[in-house]
C-alpha cells in the first residue's frame, strides 16, 4: 500500500515555522496538522503563539484545543491523534502539512514510538521505595547491571527514566535499549520530507525578543492570572511551559515583574538551542533559511506530487 505523503515544517521556536506553512498551505491545499506540545491545551492561547482565527480560516489547523489544561497529553496519545487526522485530510483529497518545534511529536509520528511493557503499578513502587531508601545511585547500579546501554544514556539522577528501563527489562527479560534498536528499524508510517528552517543566531534572538515583547503586549499575565484564578495549579505541566512559568513565579511573588521577563526570553533562548540540538540528530531533515524560500516551495512540489 502506497504510504501517505506529508511535509513536515520544522525548527526552533520563532524561526518562522507557523508562517511559512500559513503562506504556502493554500498554494499546496494542504491543511495544517500542529505538531506542538502546549498548543494542545485550551486556555493556552498567548503564551503559546496559537494562530489567530483569521490565521485558521486561511487554512485549517488540527490538533489546537484539544485538552484541558490538567489533562496528561502525551507524545503517544499525539502520535494516535496525528495519524486519524492524516487519514482523514488523505481522504478528502487534501494535503498535510505537519508544523511545529516539539521534535518528540515529530519523531513519534514519522518514526514510530517504542511500545514497551505495560506499567506495573506494584513493581515501581517496589522500585521507587528502594530509591528512598537506598538513593538513587543504588537503583541506577542495578539498572547497570542488566541493562549498561540504558543506563549509559540515563542520568542516575532521573529516577523516572531508571525505573521505567528497569520495569522493562523486569517484564520483558530483554533490555529496554535491545528492544529499541529493534524499534528503530521499523518502516516509517509516511512518506515525509521534513524541512527544518533554521536563523542566523541573532537573528532567531531577536525574532525571540519581539515575540516576547508581543505576547506581554497582548496579555500573556492576565492569561495566567485567568489560568490560576479558574483553579489550574501552577504544578500542572503545561503550567511549567515557557511563560507561564515564569508569570507564575511574578504572581507567586517570587520574582519581579522585570525579572520574570528577563526570565522568559533567557529560557526562551535556551529552549531554541535544545530545539536545534534534537532537530540536528535527525538526518533526514534538509535545512532552509526563509531566505531560500522558492527551493523549499520547490521540493514541497516535487514531493506531494
Known sequence: MEKIKIAVICGPTASGKSALALELAPVFNAEIISADSMQVYKGMDIGTAKPSQEERRKAVHHLIDIAEPDENYTAARFKADAARKIAEISSRGKNIFVVGGTG?????LTKGMFDGPEGDAGLREELLREAELYGSSAVHAKLKDVDPESAAVIHPNNLQRVVRALEVYCLSKTPMSELKRAHAFSQSPYNALKIGLVRERALLYASIEKRVDAMLSAGLLDEVKGLLGKGYSPSLKPMAGLGY?????????????????????????????????????????????????????????????
Open 245 to 305: 512559568k515564569e508569570m507564575c513565579a511574578h504572581i507567586s511573588g517570587n520574582v519581579s515583574y522585570g525579572e520574570a521577563i528577563r526570565l522568559l526570553k533567557r529560557n526562551t533562548r535556551h529552549y531554541a538551542k535544545r530545539q536545534l540540538t534534537w532537530f540536528g540528530k535527525d538526518t533526514e531533515i534538509r535545512w532552509f533559511s526563509l531566505e531560500n524560500k522558492d527551493m523549499v516551495i520547490r521540493l514541497i512540489r516535487e514531493h506531494l506530487g
Open 104 to 108: 518528540l511529536y515529530i519523531k513519534a
